[in-house]
């Protein structure tokens, strides 16, 4: 069956703001995109062709959503992979393949992966619990992971002290040497299972001090063509070591002396993305449907320099969203706001990003912290 059938079924598991703008990629072309997540009021829920309310690590949960789906891909690791090799034993086309979703999962197992397969990354010791944390005080200092779990910055600390290792996690993990790197850069590659490869180019990250999340980026990253062309070279090497379907974003460490280091990754669309939409011939979404559904990959090029500002929830505030300063922002040139269907606000939570277009850095960046100053989400 063609993929532009009218009967052929995308099945997606997790329906939040990463499912939301894959289907507004989606409706574009006409594809049915089915939704299965536990929360009753996820973003796709008004937009997805059907919408399934359901657990995304059970087992009959999944194996049930997928049975008739024609592709099954994700929007969240944290998904049932044993149902989806079931589902791929069957014949059912899924995308990214459970095994590279499982390695994924375990951030201790994506560590070994990278040592394996020589992809440059910070020093590291596995670690079983709190005492075995406390065993390396000659490795200080030093960020604190949890194999399992982590998200959106939870299950990762920075551990600078002997005094501080009191606070380490107490379940499997591991100890990676503190980077002093010049820069938090990132790569979204796509392979089809053709194996077709392209990458988006390298973008700048800036990080909240305290929250360990995207608070905004900045794109083209301000880097040497020698920096660009390794970083897009260690990205295509890793997606082509995982022979990986789909959609592959990259997180790197820039440090001083000009070395990339591979922190982390995720196989799905991400963060480090949303800017494409505005800024990029294609966008991440559409090439991660272009990628599991084999179709040729879009260009990546950059149309112009653009910026990604995540909209959180504001301190002290949980309920009913209310948008202070949107008219001021929707009044300047060169800014979009994507919202992401959520009804309540509540601290720090990822309300919406906001593309800011210019023609320079300097332009980006003062729109950026027009932004950051003038929206804000309250209750």
Do not use: W
């Not at 574009?28 to 009021?41: S, Y």
């Not at 973003?43 to 059907?50: D, G, Q, V, Y």
């Not at 596995?126 to 399992?148: I, M, R, W, Y």
């Not at 009804?343 to 332009?363: C, F, L, N, Q, Y």
Request: charged fraction near 25%.
């Amino acid at each position: 069956m063609s993929v532009f059938d009218s009967n052929f079924k995308i099945g997606v598991l997790g329906g939040g703001q990463l499912g939301r703008m894959m289907i507004q990629s989606a409706i574009d072309f006409n594809f049915n995109v089915h939704v299965l997540d536990p929360d009753a009021n996820a973003p796709c829920k008004e937009i997805a062709t059907s919408f399934t309310h359901g657990k995304l690590t059970d087992f009959d949960t999944v194996y049930s959503f997928g049975k008739d789906k024609d592709v099954i891909t994700i929007e969240i690791e944290n998904v049932n992979t044993e149902a989806l090799k079931q589902l791929a034993k069957e014949g059912k086309k899924v995308f990214p393949q459970p095994e590279a979703i499982e390695l994924i999962q375990n951030k201790t197992l994506q560590k070994r992966f990278y040592k394996e397969n020589g992809i440059p990354t910070a020093d590291f010791i596995e670690t079983q619990s709190k005492a075995d944390v406390a065993k390396h005080t000659d490795f200080l200092p030093f960020v604190n992971k949890l194999a399992t779990g982590g998200y959106d910055g939870r299950g990762v600390q920075v551990i600078r002290t002997e005094e501080a290792l009191e606070k380490a996690f107490d379940a499997p993990g591991f100890v990676e040497k503190l980077i002093p790197f010049e820069k938090e850069i990132a790569v979204i590659a796509a392979r089809n299972e053709k194996g077709e490869i392209t990458c988006f180019p390298t973008v700048e990250m800036v990080f909240h001090p305290e929250l360990n999340l995207v608070e905004y980026l900045f794109s083209p990253a301000i880097v040497s063509q020698s920096i660009e062309t390794k970083a897009q070279e260690i990205a295509k090497t890793l997606i082509s070591k995982l022979n990986m379907v789909g959609l592959l974003a990259i997180e790197m460490f820039l440090t001083k002396e000009g070395d990339i280091l591979v922190n982390e990754i995720a196989p799905r669309t991400h963060n480090s993305g949303h800017q494409t939409i505005e800024g990029n011939v294609t966008s991440q979404f559409e090439q991660h449907l272009r990628a599991i559904l084999n179709l040729p990959l879009g260009s990546t090029k950059i149309v112009q320099p653009a910026a990604m500002v995540n909209l959180l929830g504001e301190d002290g505030y949980e309920g009913p969203a209310k948008y202070e300063g949107m008219e001021n922002v929707l009044s300047q040139e060169g800014i979009h706001v994507h919202l992401y269907g959520k009804r309540i606000t509540k601290p720090h939570r990822k309300m919406g990003h906001a593309t800011v277009t210019a023609s320079s850095i300097e332009d980006l960046n003062e729109k950026v912290n027009f932004v950051k100053a003038e929206l804000k989400i309250k209750a």
